[in-house]
């Protein structure tokens, strides 16, 4: 590794370091999911600074070949966007922009209607209760990342048909101009073959194995405020989770 | 509710609530998802004991409707096993025990191998490591529920060719036997088409969606010692979460 590097050449350490590494992971030498040595180590073994290193690093994770977590270390990405969202209750644009990603949210639909009734009974709001049906697609650089239906309790939210979601979050809008802080979720994942508006969404061919997300949002005293379902496009994005037992 | 339920009826009290939630459950009034009131609130409301009431959710919890989380209440399941494998570093077996399901382990294979390239590099092992790749099946009662292909660095648990898998949990082998603590692990969740070693395992039709889970496990000082590529059975189970903000 540190053979590749030389201080006579006209690039940058830094610069060369990550080169080095871009081959190193594109090579297969570390391979998606590989945890990298830790920097002091790492930056020993290059005979660079921690600063260094650390630019070089930097320019990967912008590159999304690296990801890194706060105390957990740095991987290999599986050359995709890893939300964290199995791991704590972000919503998936706020955790992809916490990542540095664009994120381009295009509102397909807003309306109010009235609540299924499974949508209904989950959010325990009365017969009759109005509700937004917030249809989205989550676009990265590459494509269609994920597409959302949410229904929330508009009882609770009154005007929230007016705001535009292209540039505020869902979560934002519930905590801020309502309120209604978002203290708990209970998410499912599964796979499921895109259906007709799934796939057209996601551009990708009807049937087309996806990652189906179910959620129940709860605010402050248990109570439901939002249930949505959202497919997520499994060849841009994989959901990560870092564990300790 | 509380009208369904007579103190001059012969059936006990708790069967009788269990058969009035039962109702509300298959029903669709409380579908999948729906977070049942807290104990107490619904014990008044029925005006009978928590210990009655408890009585009738264990039953409930027992038949896979209900799931219930020490300190996050009961919720209604989606029909499906419910692993929290993305927020607990469990393996799926643990889990699913913890959680009462009977679990049938079946060993495919499980022999020394050469670790391919990538799984060495990920595990940080030298060339010519010898490496367990181990491939199971579990089963639940109403069938295969994962197919899982594990890869261990041999090297540092000699002899481990030789434990009966159907009986030991690869965690537990590797914490008890070989004193090898799993404390830390990475696992990326997505959709994946079946392909046909999967299917045949999952008894489904190649290319059915089934979610497909990777992971590497470490143990002290960020040693990794397993990868892992698993493939659960969406019909059957639903990872899940429950997180709070």
């Not at 590989?34 to 690093?57: D, F, H, I, M, N």
Request: charge should be negative; glycine fraction near 8%; hydrophobic fraction near 40%.
């Amino acid at each position: 590794m540190a053979a590749r590097i030389s201080r006579d050449a006209p690039e940058p350490l830094h610069v060369q370091i990550a080169a080095s590494f871009r081959e190193d992971i594109l090579g297969g030498r570390w391979p998606a999911h590989y945890k990298l040595p830790p920097e002091p180590a790492l930056a020993e073994q290059l005979g660079v600074s921690r600063g260094t290193l650390r630019k070089a690093l930097a320019v990967l994770i912008e590159e999304g070949l690296l990801v890194q977590t706060r105390g957990r270390g740095t991987f290999v990405t599986a050359g995709v966007l890893e939300p964290r969202i199995a791991q704590r209750l972000h919503s998936l644009s706020e955790d992809f922009r916490a990542q540095g990603y664009a994120l381009d949210v295009q509102v397909v639909s807003a309306r109010l209607e009235g609540l299924q009734m499974a949508v209904q009974a989950l959010l325990g709001a009365p017969p009759g209760t109005p509700g937004l049906r917030l249809v989205r697609v989550f676009r990265g650089a590459q494509g269609p990342l994920a597409y959302l239906v949410n229904w929330v309790r508009a009882d609770l939210c009154p005007g929230i048909e007016d705001v535009d979601f292209e540039r505020n979050s869902l979560f934002d809008v519930l905590e801020k101009s309502y309120g209604l802080p978002v203290t708990e979720g209970r998410r499912t994942f599964s796979a499921a073959p895109a259906r007709e508006d799934v796939a057209e969404a996601l551009e990708v061919p009807t049937g087309t194995p996806v990652l189906y997300l179910e959620q129940v949002t709860y605010t402050r005293d248990g109570q439901a405020v939002e249930y949505s379902d959202v497919w997520i496009n499994s060849t841009a994005v994989k959901v990560t989770s870092l564990l300790t037992r």
